[in-house]
């Protein structure tokens, strides 16, 4: 079974500038969530979609990112502008439901904001 | 919003040694569930629990979740080297929001 495809691994740019990230997760998936790691720290919800529904998104700065799912399969993260304070490890995750069923991720994409 | 706090942050022990990692809610968990990730990998499951009082066994790993389920704990007994890694902690049963803890980072060294 293929797990979950997130791409690029890696992201130099400089504040200001836009960037967009990309995650396929495993069939058959209803649920979707992006995350923010900061270094040594726990991953922080962005955005949880069931199917290509929001199902959460009270911690995404809606002022610069944005996500969708379309078809309910693959998704998309964009900031713009990115700020320093966005360089972190952003992580793509799904799971075959909501609740309490495993989720497994992606390997991540690290952003750096110069 | 539920936080989910994790003691201690950093544990750096010799392997063979025992240890013993905690996490409290200040409110009910639904379910909860444990992950380890490793650098530069996403997190991967270790253990769901979801009854208070629950203890589930996992090798080396013995996982606990408190009676009134606002509480946590993973033990590890005589850790080794591979065990090293960030072991975070998540609440996401139900319809409560999906919250990981602030993360315990271990290094087991030989």
């Known amino acids: 079974e293929a797990g979950v495809a997130q791409s690029p691994r890696y992201k130099i740019i400089e504040k200001r500038q836009s960037v967009a990230f990309w995650c396929n997760p495993i069939?058959?998936?209803?649920?979707l969530y992006w995350y923010q790691q900061i270094l040594g720290q726990g991953p922080k919800l962005l955005i949880q979609?069931?199917?290509?529904?929001?199902?959460?998104d009270s911690q995404l700065p809606k002022d610069r990112f944005s996500a969708e799912r379309l078809k309910g399969v693959d998704s998309t993260l964009k900031i713009q502008p990115a700020k320093l304070e966005d360089s972190a490890v952003y992580l793509c995750?799904?799971?075959?439901?909501?609740?309490?069923?495993?989720?497994?991720f992606g390997p991540g994409t690290r952003l750096t904001v110069t | 919003t539920q936080l989910l706090e994790q003691s201690p942050q950093f544990l750096s022990i010799q392997e063979g040694e025992n240890l013993t990692v905690y996490c409290n809610s200040s409110?009910?968990?639904?379910?909860l569930q444990w992950y380890r990730q490793e650098p530069g990998e996403g997190p991967v499951l270790l253990v769901t629990?979801?009854?208070?009082?629950e203890v589930k066994k996992l090798k080396r790993l013995t996982f606990q979740f408190g009676d009134a389920r606002k509480d946590s704990s993973l033990h590890i007994t005589a850790a080794q080297p591979g065990d090293t890694g960030l072991y975070l902690c998540?609440?996401?049963?139900?319809?409560?929001?999906?919250?990981f803890g602030t993360g315990t980072k271990l290094q087991v060294i030989p």
């Open positions: 409110s009910v968990f639904s379910s």
């Open positions: 998540l609440s996401s049963g139900g319809y409560q929001k999906v919250t």
């Open positions: 629990v979801v009854t208070g009082g």
């Open positions: 995750a799904s799971s075959l439901d909501r609740g309490q069923h495993e989720q497994y």
């Open positions: 979609f069931q199917n290509n529904g929001v199902v959460d």
């Open positions: 069939s058959g998936h209803a649920t």
